[in-house]
């Protein structure tokens, strides 16, 4: 993927890049708000990384400018600031999605990956299907290989966002903001519970288990895309 | 700056000196109009005694003629003395048949007053036509009438110098006892820039306006003093709170950097490290969110969006029963449908979660929320409790009871409970649910119509 990333602290640019290198994307760095606002309107990108704090013109403000002008490129805002009114200001001004510093570099991954693959918005199936499993949105039934699985409205929830994104890792935080919009880490393990419990209610002797568990990144549901 | 300079420049020199001025143009004007006033009124009286003179001589004129008038002015131009009355008698043609010589400068033929400018000084000159064409002039010398006027002006004067002197030396006296006292407020205040925090204004104790501003200013340096206090605890909290996990850290780094490198063990040493780190930034995330919220007004009441309370604690709820089955425990939950609230959802929810996290964590085997329609909310449970001395206490940043010092947690949850609370202008109250812990946050002022 190119991938375009706006940032001026060096450290935290040269080590983002570096990363995003060795799992094999083109990563092109702008150090100033202008740099990156030019860059941004001027070239072809799959997923832009910008901070919100620049020198010159801000995350939020190359954003709306982008916006304004018709670029639909998913945008990543990496802030400081990782609070529920930035964040919906964040949000408001066209961002895809919203990243607080400091985050794990997994997570990151996980999330331009999510925003590469963002599917654009059709209509909604009725039917969501990966592998063996499958969900009726219309009836909410849960089926793995043909036979019904006894789901509680949290665990449906939890499903659905996974069946919507198969073969992506997602995180314990993506998990928390896209199933329980909670946009903090409760001190219970909430969503290891969760996962959990899926995974038991999924499993069939005989068969795979549906969940994987990356370790020290996330779960992923499907074989990787 | 000179100390003369400093006074000039002060607002109470200001004020003498434009006392001062004031009296000073009262003074003049007074004087003036009293001078003006005076003379004119010298002017009239001597202008009367001529006009009484003159018809003295008039009557002396109608009994004896003009041999007894001539006779008269003749003796009375004999006996004058100094200042006293001048007269003369003319003949039509304007020569003077007897009198003064000194009015001879008097024009021909003048009828009425008129002010004769003479060698020996100005008189003032009524001339009269008697029959025959005879004109009499009646006279007195004007200086001692200016004379009278002049000393008057020199005494208004004097006073009026005098006052301006009083004035002055009053808005000085004035200025330098105000300079005295402001001087010793603002030495109060350095003092209390310098690092003083419990330094106060100085009070005269005469309760008038200085004192009133000081003692509002004392008042605002007490909340301060309170607040700069509160301030410096939670950075020794933080301090403390945070030197635990990270020379932890810094043990497991070190002990793994002497070891032998080994694949497996290294990792697990990273992974550990990494927990570690990570209740160190929740820690740091769980203040900075405190902080905005502490900072933030309250959410205005009628304006903030309106939100399905019950749908909102539902399905948190759901998902905290499940937690609660794995860990063994049992959460009830009991929601009354339809409860609307004006707020924010994320901090709602936030709040929520703090509270279920508490309970689990420190509550015992039964948790129970309820959601009562006002809406009200009570999380409880029914572990140990929180004693009712330690209930005040368990609200602020850092507080935690001794008992659950080993268990996980910032110590930050009831601090984030009480501030989101605050911003939906409530608060919460922690009581004994017998046995255990009940918290209620009553958030029937934020309640919305749906």
């Known amino acids: 993927m190119r991938i375009l990333l ?4 060096k450290t935290t640019a040269d080590y983002i890049a570096k990363g995003l290198q060795e799992i094999g994307h083109v990563v092109q760095v702008a150090r100033t708000g202008r740099d990156g606002m030019l860059l941004a309107a001027g070239e072809a990108w799959d997923v832009i990384v910008t901070d919100r704090m620049l020198p010159g013109p801000d995350g939020l403000t190359i954003l709306r400018a982008l916006r304004a002008s018709g670029i639909a490129t998913p945008v990543l805002v990496l802030t400081a600031l990782g609070e529920v009114e930035r964040r919906v200001e964040g949000l408001d001004a066209g961002a895809d999605d919203y990243l607080a510093k400091p985050f794990a570099f997994s997570e990151l991954r996980a999330r331009i990956a999510a925003l590469a693959r963002r599917p654009t918005p059709t209509t909604d199936p009725v039917l969501l299907q990966v592998g063996d499993i499958e969900m009726d949105l219309l009836k909410r039934v849960v089926r793995r290989n043909g036979q019904p699985v006894e789901l509680l409205p949290t665990e449906m929830r939890l499903l659905e966002f996974m069946l919507r994104r198969p073969g992506q890792v997602l995180t314990k935080t993506m998990l928390l903001e896209g199933v329980w919009d909670l946009n903090f880490d409760p001190s219970t393990n909430l969503v290891e519970v969760h996962v959990s419990r899926l995974r038991r209610k999924l499993s069939l002797e005989g068969l795979p288990a549906p969940i994987q568990t990356m370790r020290g990144v996330g779960y992923m549901l499907g074989a990787p895309t | 700056m000179s100390a003369i300079g400093r006074l000039l420049r002060s607002f109470a020199l200001r004020t003498a000196l434009l006392t001062a001025f004031g009296v000073l143009g009262i003074s003049a004007l007074g004087l003036g109009l009293g001078w003006l006033r005076s003379s004119a009124a010298l002017e009239e009286a001597l202008d009367s005694t001529i006009r009484a003179e003159a018809e003295l001589l008039l009557g002396d004129f109608q009994r004896f003629g003009a041999i007894g008038l001539t006779r008269a002015v003749e003796a009375r131009t004999r006996d004058r003395t100094p200042s006293a009355i001048l007269v003369q008698l003319r003949l039509p043609d304007g020569r ?146 945070l030197r635990g996990p990270l020379s932890r850290l810094r043990q497991r780094l070190e002990a793994a950097l002497a070891r032998a490198r080994d694949p497996n063990a290294d990792g697990a040493a990273f992974e550990a490290a990494l927990a570690e780190l990570d209740t160190v930034l929740a820690t740091f995330t769980a203040l900075l969110r405190l902080a905005q919220l502490e900072a933030g007004p309250p959410l205005p009441p009628q304006e903030a969006p309106v939100l399905d309370l019950s749908a909102l604690v539902a399905r948190l709820a759901e998902a905290y029963a499940v937690v609660a089955e794995e860990a063994g425990k049992r959460l009830e939950v009991q929601v009354a449908p339809n409860q609307h609230v004006h707020g924010d959802a994320a901090l709602l929810r936030q709040m929520l979660t703090n509270l279920l996290d508490n309970a689990l964590t420190h509550g015992g085997q039964r948790l129970r929320v309820t959601l009562h329609p006002g809406p009200v909310l009570d999380v409880a449970d029914d572990g140990p409790g929180i004693p009712a001395e330690e209930r005040a206490r368990v609200l602020r940043r850092f507080y935690r009871l001794d008992r659950s010092r080993g268990t996980p947690g910032s110590g930050l949850g009831l601090a984030l409970v009480a501030a989101v609370a605050k911003l939906h202008g409530t608060a919460p109250t922690l009581s004994d649910a017998a046995p255990g812990l009940r918290v209620r946050v009553d958030l029937s002022g934020a309640k919305a119509e749906n």
């Open chain 1, 6 to 9: 706006i940032e001026d602290d």
């Open chain 2, 96 to 241: 003077p048949v007897a009198g003064s010589a000194r009015l001879s400068g008097a024009p021909m033929g003048l009828r009425g007053f008129v002010t004769l400018k003479a060698p020996e000084g100005p008189v003032r000159t009524l001339g009269i036509g008697i029959s025959n064409g005879f004109t009499l002039l009646v006279a007195a010398e004007f200086g001692a009438v200016l004379d009278t006027a002049a000393t008057l002006a020199r005494t208004l004067l004097a006073a009026g110098a005098i006052a301006v002197l009083i004035a002055l030396g009053f808005g000085l006296f004035m200025a330098r006892g105000l300079q005295l006292r402001l001087r010793r407020v603002s030495e109060a205040a350095e003092q209390v820039i310098r690092g003083d925090l419990a330094r106060r204004l100085p009070l005269a104790g005469s309760a008038d306006e200085f004192d009133r501003l000081a003692g509002t200013v004392n008042t605002l340096l007490d909340r301060q003093e309170a607040l700069i206090e509160g301030m410096r605890q939670v950075t020794v909290d933080v301090a403390h709170d």
